[in-house]
């Protein structure tokens, strides 16, 4: 499976109480004034308010499992197998939706296809080519000019942009960004993040996104950590609609289930 990098990449988890957090922001900050200490002339300014919402949405799973498997194999073996793997999908489904999931009341919005950054995207403006040492700074230099903290900043690309980028060399044949390379790859100054589940083809362009952000500002709301249950009495559908039921198929089921946007 994908590494479930948004698990990694920093984003900040935040606890959701009674299933939705609500989050203030400023709109338009204030303004402070220069003036005479005796008569000062402040003018009053009116900062405006915001919000951000994070609304409970559930992500689970149902896995039914021979309960003659798991007596061959080991019952101790088999659930820690099948436990690591659904810890695996559920971070991997994270993963997914933090970038591309559609939103709405059952999925996070994703941010690679969120209103402004597909815009952005989609309104690129440096052409088809390659970025390069002398178009990345401007675009890092934008990415300042917004004023954010700067705690955890990081580029994120899928693995076809990063080859791409080990690939680029000068027309003496050196390579133009060797410090993407090995197992702590950077790109101006910057660590890189290299995920999977990025895809190449998405925008308007056909191409692959580079994004450069401050993780700590992207938030993951929590209401229920991945809780496991099993049962060898429960009925269940599976995949294809048919109807099970654990007791006279002589199963035990595991259901996972997490919680949150």
Same mark, same amino acid.
């Given at each position: 499976?994908?590494?479930?990098?948004?698990?990694?990449?920093?984003?900040?988890?935040?606890?959701?109480?009674?299933? $939705?957090?609500?989050?203030?922001?400023? %709109?338009?900050?204030?303004?402070?004034? =220069?003036?005479? !200490?005796?008569?000062?002339?402040?003018?009053? @300014?009116?900062?405006?308010? #915001?919000?951000?919402?994070?609304?409970? $949405?559930?992500?689970?799973?149902?896995?039914?499992?021979?309960?003659? =498997?798991?007596?061959?194999? #080991?019952?101790?073996?088999?659930?820690?197998?099948?436990?690591?793997?659904?810890? !695996?999908?559920? #971070?991997?489904?994270?993963?997914?939706?933090? *970038?591309?999931?559609?939103?709405?009341?059952?999925?996070?919005?994703?941010?690679?296809?969120?209103?402004?950054?597909? %815009?952005?995207?989609?309104?690129? @403006?440096? #052409?088809?080519?390659?970025?390069?040492?002398?178009?990345?700074?401007?675009?890092?230099?934008?990415?300042?000019?917004?004023?954010?903290?700067?705690?955890?900043?990081? *580029?994120?690309?899928?693995?076809?942009? =990063?080859? %791409?980028?080990?690939?680029?060399?000068?027309?003496?044949?050196?390579?133009?960004?060797?410090?993407?390379?090995?197992?702590?790859?950077?790109?101006?100054?910057?660590?890189?993040?290299?995920?999977?589940?990025?895809?190449?083809?998405?925008? !308007?362009?056909?191409?692959?996104?580079?994004?450069?952000?401050?993780?700590?500002?992207?938030?993951?709301?929590?209401?229920?950590?991945?809780?496991?249950?099993?049962?060898?009495?429960?009925?269940?559908?599976?995949?294809?609609?048919?109807?099970?039921?654990?007791?006279?198929?002589?199963? @035990?089921?595991?259901?996972?289930? =997490?919680?949150?946007?």
């Amino acid at each position: 499976r994908p590494v479930a990098n948004i698990l990694q990449i920093g984003a900040r988890r935040i606890p959701m109480i009674a299933g $939705k957090t609500h989050i203030a922001r400023f %709109a338009v900050g204030n303004n402070v004034y =220069w003036g005479n !200490a005796e008569s000062p002339g402040v003018k009053a @300014t009116q900062p405006g308010f #915001g919000e951000l919402i994070l609304d409970d $949405k559930a992500l689970s799973a149902l896995v039914p499992v021979s309960n003659k =498997w798991l007596r061959n194999a #080991g019952a101790q073996r088999v659930s820690q197998f099948i436990l690591s793997d659904l810890m !695996a999908a559920i #971070g991997q489904e994270l993963t997914r939706a933090a *970038w591309y999931g559609t939103g709405g009341d059952y999925q996070p919005q994703g941010l690679l296809i969120a209103g402004p950054l597909l %815009a952005a995207m989609n309104n690129y @403006t440096y #052409g088809t080519g390659m970025p390069s040492r002398a178009n990345l700074p401007p675009m890092i230099a934008s990415f300042r000019k917004q004023n954010g903290p700067m705690v955890n900043v990081r *580029w994120l690309m899928g693995p076809d942009l =990063w080859a %791409a980028f080990a690939a680029a060399v000068s027309t003496t044949g050196q390579s133009l960004f060797p410090e993407i390379m090995g197992s702590a790859p950077m790109l101006m100054g910057f660590p890189v993040v290299i995920d999977n589940q990025v895809k190449t083809g998405l925008d !308007a362009h056909g191409l692959s996104p580079l994004v450069l952000a401050d993780w700590n500002e992207f938030l993951i709301g929590e209401s229920q950590a991945m809780e496991i249950a099993i049962s060898n009495v429960v009925s269940y559908t599976d995949a294809s609609g048919n109807a099970g039921n654990a007791f006279v198929q002589n199963q @035990t089921v595991i259901r996972s289930i =997490w919680s949150g946007d």
